[in-house]
């Protein structure tokens, strides 16, 4: 696993795709310190595929046949993504964090409260 020095050049190598701004700006700054030692490959893989997993059909979500938790916050343009998959996903916990955009509800404590007790709830219901 490498680790990664800083977001920008994944920022200035996919800006257009992803629509950000330049390497020298806050959201740049906020995601080097929040992905310190991450194995920033495997995010970039995450993030050079995230157009085909928005635009997944009706078809392909309906067939998502586990457990499913979304998380995302009332501010955030991303949210209307996950609330296509209410109804279609089968077993799906979806979570609204009030007054937050795409950045800050990850940074909410409510946010890793929401993970833990969703992870803990499906350890329980296999070992059941």
């Known amino acids: ?12 190598n996919n800006s257009d795709d992803l629509e950000l701004l330049d390497s020298g700006n806050f959201d740049v700054k906020t ?17 050079g595929n995230m157009g085909e997993i928005i635009n997944l059909s009706e078809q392909d979500i309906s067939g998502i046949r586990i457990p499913v938790l979304a998380i995302s916050g009332d501010q955030d343009d991303e949210k209307l ?13 979806y979570k609204l964090l009030p007054g937050k ?13 929401l993970i833990e007790q969703f992870l803990i709830s499906q350890y329980h219901s296999e070992a059941s």
């Open 101 to 113: 955009d795409h950045m800050e509800a990850f940074l909410d404590p409510e946010f890793y409260s």
């Open 31 to 47: 995601a080097d310190a929040m992905l310190k030692g991450q194995n920033i490959e495997a995010l970039a893989a995450v993030a």
């Open 1 to 12: 696993m490498k680790n990664h020095q800083s977001f920008g050049p994944f920022i200035e």
């Open 81 to 93: 993504n996950l609330e296509k998959m209410i109804g279609a996903v089968p077993e799906i916990s």
